[in-house]
């Protein structure tokens, strides 16, 4: 029930990043399919973390990954569009988010695109491996630092805090992120790549920094 519940609140997570454009302008097209690439690689690598985890005997976590998975794909269908427009309801709640959380965040999400830049470019499973065991421990500590600040962003909001919680639960107990990085890492950067993009959005216009 717990997982159900879980996935449930994933799903809406995502919707309420939706909202950012319209506090400000109209959602282009570029927008429109940058939330559409997220969900699409993010049911990319939930399918591919869950088929990992079955290889290697983990039946509880591959199962929990593909029911996230399994959720994700029935988002990207015609049900996005509708559930696009029943997200305007949320759009009152976030106001006024706190900017300098908002530059901790990207702060975070850069730091990670950097260590995901040196592992992509290695060629190798061993050379791949052998970087895994040097910086698994920063990149979870960086990852633990992005989800303390979008708690503080979003924190209003009860399904942002269920699903920060559902994430770090999978990052620090299950693995989360050591095994997108084993997937190759390339998906992985595309969706942090695009989640920095959406992130920015939340930016006042006057506050937003170019260098971003």
């Not at 950012?20 to 940058?34: A, E």
């Not at 699903?163 to 639960?169: G, P, Q």
């Amino acid at each position: 029930m717990t997982t159900v519940r879980s996935t449930s609140t994933l799903i809406i997570f995502f919707l309420i990043l939706l909202i950012s454009p319209f506090q400000s302008q109209s959602l282009s097209f570029s927008s429109y399919f940058r939330y559409r690439n997220l969900l699409s690689l993010s049911h990319s690598i939930f399918t591919g973390v869950a088929n990992l985890r079955e290889k290697r005997g983990d039946i509880a976590g591959a199962d929990r990954a593909r029911k996230i998975a399994n959720s994700l794909e029935k988002v990207t269908g015609f049900g996005f569009l509708k559930l696009v427009w029943s997200s305007w309801s949320w759009n009152w709640m976030l106001k006024d988010l706190p900017v300098t959380e908002l530059y901790g965040a990207v702060s975070d999400i850069n730091e990670f695109l950097t260590s995901l830049n040196e592992l992509t470019r290695l060629e190798s499973v061993a050379e791949r491996a052998v970087w895994l065991t040097r910086n698994y421990q920063n990149l979870l500590t960086v990852t633990k630092s992005l989800f303390s600040k979008l708690l503080k962003v979003f924190g209003r909001l009860e399904v942002v805090r269920e699903v920060v919680e559902t994430l770090r639960i999978e990052v620090v107990e299950g693995g989360l992120i050591r095994d997108c990085l084993l997937l190759g890492g390339n998906d992985f950067k595309d969706l942090i790549k695009v989640a920095k993009d959406l992130l920015i959005q939340f930016f006042p216009v006057t506050d937003k920094d170019p260098e971003l």
